[in-house]
Structure formats: structure tokens, C-alpha cells
């Protein structure tokens, strides 16, 4: 009966209640291993797919970095080409505004020549100019290409009536300072060996070689246009013929306006300037044009009234009787220079010191 019941109780349980086969054949060890194996495979296969992603953006991040790099390098490329770029358009622009101030002199200069010829015109109502605009043709300043001279504290020394005895202890004290100056000589009596090489050593240390008349014989001089033209081409050639130079600059005997000009100096102004040449007056004195010499200090103190204007021209005498005048100019460079002025020889580019012009009526 037992065994009735227990085969009973086989049957009555369901087919698909029963265990595989092959699980009874394993026995009762194996259902544990079976439970473990599947997670830790999902979990392995997580971990792979969460590395092969990782993989995947660190390959795009250092692509995406790499790419930032070039970019970078090309930024910077292009700011080193911008900045050579400013560099050079910043040189051109300083170079333009150079050619701008000096054209802007030119300009000046050329309108100062335009108003003074327009005042003392040489042409007559109709038109027609005098007969003395045909004279020396070769009578013509060199054109004047260097710099120009203005604003500033200056100082302009000129020496005039030279060559002399004393123009070699001039030379020296300028030499021994580096002072560049003027010197407005004279023809009539300097046309020994002697003066011719002292016109030499002038022009061989850098100084302004300047005319200042053949005769420095004011009724001479002035007795007429022509009369000046004659003094001044003459001395022209004879300085070009001693020292190879020939002078852009001239001072009037006496100054532009004295007792013996004042019936022809509009003229000799106009004509002169045509032709290209530049005076210069003074605006400082030696006062040494006196009958007797005068002491050093006395020399040197009116040389120094100039102090205070920017530009000082400076006017001294080059003669044997002016030994004083030599012996003051180491006290006259030391104080202009002591005032914070700077020496220059005069050319074209300095600015014009002229007297005054007195009214008509």
C-alpha cells in the first residue's frame, strides 16, 4: 500500500515542475554557480561597454584638444602676423608724419618767399623786369636739401670781416668746444695765400662759409642793384675758386637797414631771394666794431644779452683788431651752453633773423 501512495503521489505532481535532466544528473552543487555566473557577466559586460565609451571620448576629447592646438598655433601665427603688420604700418606712419613736418616747412618757407617777393616785387606795373635779372647768370644758390632749424634754445655764432690773423684761434676754441659756426667774409685784401688757407680750414672743419661783400665799401656796395650784384657774384666765384664751396647765405654790410640801403634794399631783397640766396641779420651783439678794442668781459656779457630768445644769432668780428673778441668766445659758448642752448651754423634751414622794416608813409 506504501508504495501504492508513494506512486500516487509521483504522478500526481506536474510535468513542468520537474527539474531538467541535466540538473539531476549534476547534482545538488551546481545550482549555486548557475545563480552567481549571469550578474557578474552583465556586470563585466557594463564595465567593458563603460571602457569602450571612456575609450571613445577620451579619443574624441584628445582629437577635440589636438584640434584647439592647431587652431591655437594658427591664432597665434596670425596675432604675430598682425603685430609685424602694426610694427610696419607704425614705422610708415612715423616715416609719413616726418615727410609731412618737413613738407610743411617747405611749404612755409615757400610762402615766406612768396609774401616777400609779392612786397618787394621787382617787376614793374606792366610786367616787364629790370634790365640787372639778366645779369651773372651763374649767380644762383645751390638748392638746399638738409634739415631745418626751428624752435628750440639755439645758438648761432657769425664771425664777419674774415679771414684774419685771428681766424686760426677762433677755430680752435670752436674746435675745442664742438661749436660749429658762420663766418661772412670778405674779398678786397684776403686774397693772399694766407687767407686762402684760412678760408681753407674754414670750410674744412664743417663751418658756414658766407658772403659778406667784395669791398665791405658801403657807398660801393650800395650805390645800386647791380653794384651789389657785382660785389656779391664776385666774392661768390672767389670762394667757390679757394675752397671748392659755394655760399648759400649773405649778410648786408651793416645789416639789412642802415643809413646807405634804404633806396635800394626792397630790391637787393627781391633779387636776391629769386635767385636763391638767404640773409641773416642778428638779434646779439659783440659790439665790438668800435674804434679801440674792448675788454673780454664786456664782450661776452652783451653776447649773452641774447639768453632768453630761442634762436640767437650772434654777431662778432673776425679781424686782427679783435683779439679781445677771440679771447671772450670761450666764456660766451660756456654760458649759452650753461643756459641749456645747443650751437648750430647757420644754413637755409635756420630760421631767418631779420631787422624790421620800418613803415612807409
Known sequence: MDQ????????????????????????????????????????????????????????????ALDGQGRYARQLAGELDAQRTGLEQAQAQLSAAQAQLKRLEGELDQARSTIGLLEEYSIAAPDGTTPEYTRLYPDFYAPEWTGETVSGGKVCCLTFDDGPSPNTGRVLEILERYGVKATFFVVGEGKTGQADQERMRAVAAAGHTLAMHSWTHDYKKVYASVEAFLDEFSALYQWIYEVTGVYPQLYRFPGGSINGYDRGVYQEIIAEMTRRGFVYFDWNASAQDATPRPRPAWDIAADCLKGIGRELVVVLAHDSAARGTTVDALPAVIEGYQGAGYTFSALHPGVEPVTFGYPQTR
Open 4 to 63: 501504492a501512495a508513494e506512486h500516487s503521489t509521483t504522478s500526481a505532481q506536474p510535468e513542468g515542475l520537474l527539474p531538467p535532466p541535466d540538473s539531476l544528473e549534476d547534482g545538488p552543487e551546481s545550482a549555486p554557480a548557475q545563480g552567481v555566473g549571469r550578474p557578474l557577466f552583465w556586470a563585466v559586460s557594463a564595465l567593458a561597454g563603460a571602457l569602450a565609451a571612456l575609450c571613445v571620448w577620451l579619443a574624441l576629447r584628445c582629437a
